[in-house]
């Protein structure tokens, strides 16, 4: 799998967002295998988390509160 793959799956994240009135923003994660590792799109607003950005929910961090 090539870049432009990654990426497309990133604008598919970022349109999920886009259609939730996010910010559209996508993340991938791959490992140095190219094996998608984690993904995910921007949701501060929805989730009322303003670390609900795409690249946090793509690695699964999440603050504690």
Known sequence: MNDEYYMNLAVIEAKKAAES?????????IDRD????????NCPISSHDPS???????SGWRPRL
């Not at 009135?21 to 994660?29: F, S």
């Not at 190219?34 to 799109?41: L, N, P, S």
């Not at 609900?52 to 793509?58: R, Y």
Request: hydrophobic share 45%.
């Open 21 to 29: 009135d996010e910010v559209p923003v996508g993340a991938v994660i």
């Open 34 to 41: 190219r094996q998608v590792i984690g993904f995910g799109r």
């Open 52 to 58: 609900g950005h795409a690249e946090m929910n793509a």
